[in-house]
């Protein structure tokens, strides 16, 4: 079993960065597809960026430009750089794994990033 697990949330300034970590618990880094998802209260969990297989990213466009994903295969994690955040971008933020692309079977436990001032 697949375990992910999240870290680097936290409360920060609108126009501040963050950097969120999603830890694999097996060595999968370089072979799956990753996903961060982040629901917003009284919204549906949405796809903000992926990272495939072969490191091809994509973007939601509300964070195209501003987020960067990117993956550490050595230490089986996967990162998403969050600049010039803004107080929309509140959200858990959830990290999900699977060997295809698409949303995958595997997700961690959730983040909570707070952009406010």
């Known amino acids: 079993q697949v375990q992910l697990v999240e870290s680097g949330g936290g409360l920060v300034q609108p126009g501040g960065s963050l950097r969120l970590s999603c830890a694999a618990s097996q060595n999968i880094a370089r072979d799956y597809t990753f996903n961060w998802y982040r629901q917003a209260p009284g919204e549906e969990r949405a796809l903000v960026a992926r990272?495939?297989?072969?490191?091809?990213?994509g973007y939601v466009d509300s964070v195209r430009g501003r987020f960067i994903i990117s993956r550490d295969n050595a230490k089986n994690t996967v990162y998403l750089q969050m600049n010039s955040l803004r107080p929309e971008d509140t959200a858990v933020y959830y990290c999900?794994?699977?060997?295809?692309?698409?949303?995958?079977?595997?997700w961690g436990q959730g983040t909570q990033v707070t952009v406010s001032s």
């Open positions: 990272i495939t297989a072969g490191d091809n990213t």
């Open positions: 999900n794994a699977g060997p295809l692309i698409g949303v995958g079977p595997y």
